[in-house]
Each structure stands twice: as C-alpha cells, then as structure tokens.
C-alpha cells in the first residue's frame, strides 16, 4: 500500500486506535477485534512488547489492514517497523530525521505537534497528516478550530484525551481523524477478551464519526 493510499484511507475511516497494552498477544487480539469490528486500522507503539512482530503478523493476517507503528523515536526503530510492515509511522513529536526517513521509504508519516509554530514545522518537514497531541490539554476541540483558521491546508489527527463525548467535536473542528485508546480499547475489556464489548464501542465511534461529518461541508462522509 502506497504512502497515499495510506493517507487516504486513515481520512476515511477517520480512527486510529492506539493499541496501548501490556503483551504481544494483547495487542493482537486488539487488533483483531478492530478488524471484525469494522475498524481496520490500528497504530501499534512501540511501548508493546514486540511491537515489530505483532505489526508484521497482522500484516499477514490481514493484509489489507492499515497497521501502523507508534511512538517511534529514532531511524532504527522506524526500519524495524517499515521492515515488519508498517503502513504509517508517527511519534508524540517532530523528529525529522525519522519523518526522512519515512519519507525515503515511502510510508505515511503523521509526526506530533501542539503549537502552530511545530504544526507548521512537521508540515513542512514532509508530515503527510500532523498530529496535535495531546489534544486535550491544549485546550481541546476549540483549539483544534483555532489552528484550521489559519492553516486549512494541514490535515490534522488528534490525539490525547479523545473519548465519546469530544470526538464529535473534534471531527466538527476540523479534524481528519481521531486518534482513541483507552475509549475504544479499554483495558478491563482486552484483559478479558471482551470482543462484542470493543465491537459495541467501534460501532459508537463509527457513528458520532458519521454524524460529525454530515455537519460539514468540507469532508464527503
């Protein structure tokens, strides 16, 4: 999957869901209910044990899932991933080396940011989506519709604090895309293999996103 098609895809299913979990077979299962829960696309980080493995044995499950790699800090872990299949590459903040990288090999790389000033700076460093995060701590769904006042060219994802009652309000701000952890996956439910209960959450998210974006005039739902 090309670097575009990625991008393209992550803004129409407008989810990222961040697989934070404590084992590798967490993290699979995670991913797998994501998939049969009619959301394909998940951001492994780096902080699961395994990381490159548990990427590179759903990329073979499930080929046309979008699998992405979080929290990656440096080249070499950037390599790991893409290796393992990584379809996207993104990091709480800018580091441009890894957003060259990325570049090199043609995978999609969505870098962090908060102030305008590092929302510009990822853009023009060759992000292909920028990441606000955390989102909720700068200030929410407000802030996130302050920053497209003046930068409407720059996709943004958020990130950070992101849940049923603010995801709305975020798609309806601007945002291209919601990055969800522990709303989505919560761990009571990976811990105890609670399939329907992520299911249930996927088809809420898939919803409000749904709604949000028939509100807007600048998106095809």
């Given at each position: 999957m090309k670097s575009n098609e990625v991008v393209q895809r992550i803004c129409q299913i407008g989810i990222i869901p961040a697989v934070r979990v404590a084992s590798a077979s967490?993290?699979?299962?995670?991913?797998?209910?994501?998939?049969?829960?009619?959301?394909?696309?998940?951001?492994?980080?780096?902080?699961?044990?395994?990381?490159?493995?548990?990427?590179?044995?759903?990329?073979?499950?499930?080929?046309?899932?979008?699998?992405?790699?979080?929290?990656?800090?440096?080249?070499?872990?950037?390599?790991?991933?893409?290796?393992?299949?990584?379809?996207?590459?993104?990091?709480?903040?800018?580091?441009?080396?890894?957003?060259?990288?990325?570049?090199?090999?043609?995978?999609?790389?969505?870098?962090?940011?908060?102030?305008?000033?590092?929302?510009?700076?990822?853009?023009?460093?060759?992000?292909?989506?920028?990441?606000?995060?955390?989102?909720?701590?700068?200030?929410?769904?407000?802030?996130?519709?302050?920053?497209?006042?003046?930068?409407?060219?720059?996709?943004?994802?958020?990130?950070?604090?992101?849940?049923?009652?603010?995801?709305?309000?975020?798609?309806?701000?601007?945002?291209?895309?919601?990055?969800?952890?522990?709303?989505?996956?919560?761990?009571?439910?990976?811990?105890?293999?609670?399939?329907?209960?992520?299911?249930?959450?996927?088809?809420?998210?898939?919803?409000?996103?749904?709604?949000?974006?028939?509100?807007?005039?600048?998106?095809?739902?």
């Amino acid at each position: 999957m090309k670097s575009n098609e990625v991008v393209q895809r992550i803004c129409q299913i407008g989810i990222i869901p961040a697989v934070r979990v404590a084992s590798a077979s967490e993290a699979e299962f995670a991913a797998e209910a994501l998939f049969t829960g009619e959301i394909p696309i998940a951001e492994i980080p780096l902080t699961v044990p395994d990381a490159p493995a548990v990427i590179a044995t759903m990329r073979k499950r499930h080929p046309e899932m979008v699998l992405g790699a979080g929290t990656v800090l440096d080249v070499d872990e950037a390599r790991r991933c893409i290796d393992a299949g990584a379809c996207f590459i993104t990091s709480p903040g800018l580091i441009p080396d890894v957003v060259d990288y990325a570049k090199q090999a043609s995978v999609a790389i969505l870098p962090g940011a908060l102030t305008p000033s590092e929302v510009i700076a990822g853009w023009k460093a060759g992000a292909d989506l920028v990441k606000i995060f955390p989102a909720a701590v700068a200030g929410g769904p407000p802030y996130v519709r302050a920053l497209r006042v003046p930068l409407p060219q720059i996709p943004l994802i958020v990130s950070g604090g992101v849940n049923q009652l603010t995801a709305f309000d975020y798609i309806l701000a601007g945002a291209s895309a919601i990055g969800i952890g522990g709303a989505l996956l919560p761990q009571e439910a990976l811990r105890n293999r609670q399939v329907r209960r992520i299911h249930e959450l996927a088809l809420r998210f898939r919803t409000i996103l749904q709604q949000a974006r028939s509100q807007r005039d600048d998106v095809t739902p």
